[in-house]
């Protein structure tokens, strides 16, 4: 009953601690981890630990994943009894990842003293998490430091340590805080959990208060222009949606000029790059309003060699004379969405249509415009750290995600993803510009703090001021050794309760004299 009881109020910290329609509390959070590690620990075996840590992850996952269902079912047309188990499957996969740690840490726990015990509890689960951002082409989507996006605060550390050093951190300290006291309620692990956590509270609220880097200003626009998904595809759509985007524009502009408009992932449905009316509608919005557009369309190019189109996921940058400046060729694409993997093997088809199947882009260049360069991240790229950290190494002084999360529908999927970016725009130290066809359009400064944000599902437009940044943050410089002493130090570990435990089996050996 005590089992099933605490594995209900890890789940139960997952759900509110992450992004859910009903209400938010990030450091519920932390109850997950604190809740699998105390389930590690009392069980009585590896096999127990391994079971019980992936059941009460595919609780928990299930629960903060159930939007899956959506673009699944409605978009992609499965039935709604196929496509209701979806969520579970994909919280069965990474459930793995939990049960590893449960499995592990159930292991260490006889061969570790308590101190190096919980820290190879936040060393283990940041290794882990770093291996969910890699292993099948990765799905980084609920790393613990995601969650405590939504206190500005509790995640400024990232710019020293980053997301997964963070998540590294508070798993210690909460490991270290569930370990059972032999006598007395407060041990010296406990008293250390208390002043980790502490540190890091102050670290969050000092550097809350600390002045922006400074760089050239620039005022920049975002339009939302809430096109239903279901007619977005749409050729006879196309000139309706074009005049909604530039008629937002326009009244944007007079309102509050721009030096940049941004619009969505594919605000165009419809290829740009062509000679059409439609076209250069938009290029003549870029030169009658003197400003720079950027804007996607799908794109395509043609392979001489296998005879056949090649189509990518673009985004064109336009400047004050309706010429394209840049342009920027998704490099991780969604997969079933944009393209199927293995599809020349495997029967499969995507679960959402659109022109076509995608092909990744190559070149993460940001975009140069007026005294900007644009890092652009185009719909779930902005989950992945790596691929900021390769747009700022570049030159970016500015983060650009680009999103259609319609496919989300009225769930929490919109407000997880709004928080991943968050979490980029510390761990690099960039304004995030947040561009989505029906919400949650923002901006972001480089401390996490959303300046202004537009509702789900409401065609909308925003302005602010943002910064050109080209000073990199700690973590920025140091992401890559961060990252392998992580692993390093897991395994050294690792090895260490290897050889302690071949050290208390070696029977003592008594001379006689």
């Known amino acids: 009953m005590i089992t099933w009881a605490m594995a209900i109020v890890a789940a139960f910290g997952a759900w509110v601690g992450w992004a859910n329609p009903v209400y938010q509390e990030p450091f519920f959070a932390l109850l997950f981890p604190a809740g699998l590690a105390w389930l590690a620990i009392t069980a009585a075996s590896p096999r127990q630990a391994l079971k019980r840590g992936f059941l009460t992850a595919l609780l928990a996952y299930s629960g903060c994943l159930y939007w899956v269902f959506v673009p699944v079912h409605r978009y992609g047309n499965i039935p709604m009894v196929l496509a209701l188990p979806c969520p579970v499957l994909l919280a069965m996969y990474l459930a793995v990842y939990p049960a590893v740690f449960c499995g592990m840490l159930h292991w260490a726990k006889s061969k570790l003293p308590p101190l190096a015990l919980g820290l190879f509890a936040g060393l283990l689960w940041a290794s882990l998490e770093l291996a969910v951002g890699v292993v099948f082409t990765g799905f980084p989507w609920l790393p613990l430091a995601a969650a405590m996006a939504a206190r500005p605060f509790a995640i400024q550390a990232a710019a020293l340590i980053g997301g997964t050093g963070l998540a590294a951190l508070l798993v210690t300290a909460t490991t270290w805080f569930v370990l059972p006291g032999r006598r007395l309620p407060i041990t010296l692990p406990r008293i250390l959990a208390i002043l980790l956590v502490a540190g890091w509270a102050v670290i969050g609220m000092t550097r809350l208060d600390d002045p922006l880097p400074q760089g050239r200003w620039a005022r920049v626009g975002i339009v939302q222009g809430n096109i239903d998904q279901s007619l977005k595809w749409d050729p006879g ?23 940049l408009l941004v619009w969505p992932e594919t605000a165009l449905p419809f290829f740009l790059q062509e000679l059409t009316h439609e076209g250069a509608r938009v290029r003549n919005l870029a030169r009658t309003q003197e400003i720079l557009l950027l804007t996607g369309s799908p794109a395509y190019e043609f392979d001489l060699a296998n005879n056949r189109y090649i189509m990518y996921n673009r985004t064109f940058l336009l400047g004050p004379q309706g010429g394209t400046m840049g342009q920027y060729d998704k490099m991780h694409l969604v997969p079933f969405g944009e393209y199927v993997p293995l599809g020349g093997i495997l029967p499969l088809t995507k679960l959402v249509q659109a ?68 979490l980029r725009a510390v761990e690099q130290g960039r304004y995030m510009i947040r561009s989505t066809n029906t919400g949650i359009s923002a901006i972001i400064d480089p401390r996490g703090r959303i300046v202004q944000e537009t509702e789900l599902f409401k065609t909308a437009s925003l302005s602010g001021n943002i910064s050109a940044i080209y000073e ?23 090895v260490w309760a290897i050889l302690r435990a071949r050290q208390a089996q070696t029977p003592t050996v008594t001379r006689n004299t």
Not at 474 to 491: C, E, F, K, N, R
């Open 237 to 259: 759509y196309q000139t309706n949606t074009v005049s909604r985007y530039i008629d937002l524009s326009e009244k944007l502009v007079r309102q509050n000029p721009v030096d």
């Open 355 to 422: 022109v076509g199947d995608f092909r990744e882009g190559t070149d993460g260049q940001p975009l140069a415009g007026g005294n900007l360069a644009l890092g652009v991240l185009i719909c779930y790229e902005t989950i992945f750290p790596a691929l900021a950290q390769e747009r700022v190494t570049k030159g970016a002084s500015v983060l650009v995600n680009m999103s259609n999360d319609a496919w989300f529908g009225q769930t929490s999927a919109p407000r997880q993803h709004l928080q991943l970016a968050a």
């Open 472 to 494: 990199t943050t700690v973590y920025h410089d140091l992401a890559w050794l961060l990252q392998s002493v992580i692993i390093g130090l897991t395994l050294l570990l690792v």
